[in-house]
């Protein structure tokens, strides 16, 4: 079976665009120019990403401003590599912005706006105090009344709108397996046995929190990474490592929508392939609000239009959960990458509770074999308000097809 993952090597020219940024390289010193155009299209605000030349990368400090202007602009470099972020606001069709990167040694007090802390149980993410999720690194018990089989780490939860509003729920008591935002196979086959590693009461897999790699905060954005690992508990000589998952997420600093990117890689590290059977649901997924189970006003829009009653396993850029909680209209914009598997994923939309995944085993199998990675990347925008199909497909117009950055010498 043909890997699902095709991985390219990077390719250094002049202006590569990325799949969530804009990438640029030159060989030029301190100084570089970067000019980023809408084009013949409204852009909405969005991270804007550069590779910085050797001599930047190994500056102590950094320093952006806007042609025209002496005022700083936040940026951050990516740990662990040559490329520096900031936010670059709204471009109406034709308009452009032109900036200045510097070498500084005393630049802008990189103030950390989004900060991210272990509290011991949990990995808590806040943008200038407000809270925005919480990834749980220990094992959460299951509540009273409920199997204590449904005890989980690996997930995110609670997911919070910028007016502090909860979109996601935990231990759902219709679905307590269900927890957050969380990823796992449903139907697979590995070594002849049938292993679930997503409904916890059959006690055939697991999925769990084994370490954390790397937290940043920051005046951009904050970051962790954390290493899961999924284990087949029917194995014969006791449970038995399948997939070791890593999960990068980056939460950036924003006002009107929280704006979070999950990256995720699973490698397969035991000696037999790991086969994800056709099935109607499994992926990457989220259970909605508590409050929005039977309430009218919540449901799903997806980027073909469709909805709970028409969308189950249509193929979706993005697909918008929704409804009222804590006094308000609350919406999630989950997005999947145009570079992932088998793009745009079909989507498992459930017809009574607020659940869905991207699912991309519905039309058939594939495998994830030892040494083939199976890699995908997901972009959440949370925001307080009905589901919003222009915002929506604004913001995936973004993720996908990043604004250019053109990077010059300075004059």
Known sequence: MRNPVRLVAPVRIAVVLLASSSLAVVAIAQDVTLHVSAGDRARVAAPGMVEL????????????TEQGS???????????????????????????????????????????????EDDGERLN???????????????APAPEGIDQVFAKSGHIHPLRTPKGRVVSDDFPPDHPHQHGVFFAWVNTTFEGRRVDFWNQARRQGSVEHIRTLETVSGPVFAQFSVLLRHSDLTAPDGPKPVL????????????????????SEQRNVADSPLIVNQYHYGGMGLRGARPWLGQ???GFLTSLGKTRADGNHTLARWVIAHGTSDGGPASVIAMGHPGNFR????????PKIPYFCFA??????????????????????????????????????????PLAVQVTATE
């Open 53 to 64: 030349p050797a001599e930047l990368a190994a500056a102590e400090s950094l320093t952006l």
């Open 360 to 401: 991309p085993m519905v039309s058939e199998p594939f495998e994830i074999a030892p040494g083939r990675p199976y890699h995908s990347r997901y972009r959440f925008a949370i925001h307080d308000g009905p589901p919003d199909a222009r915002l929506a497909e604004k913001l995936w117009d973004a993720y996908a097809e």
């Open 125 to 139: 993410v806040e943008i200038d105090g407000r809270p925005v999720l919480s990834y749980h690194h220990a094992i």
């Open 70 to 116: 002496d005022e700083a602009i936040p940026v951050q470099r990516v740990p662990g590599k040559p490329k520096a972020v900031w936010s670059v606001s709204d471009l109406n069709v034709g308009q452009s912005r032109t900036y200045r990167l510097a070498a500084s040694e005393h630049g802008m007090p990189e103030t950390e706006h989004v900060r991210v």
């Open 343 to 350: 793009a745009p994923q079909p989507v498992r939309l459930h």
């Open 296 to 298: 009218d006003e919540s």
């Open 244 to 263: 070791e998952e890593t999960w990068t997420v980056r939460v950036y600093r924003a006002e009107s929508h929280f704006l979070i990117d999950l990256e």
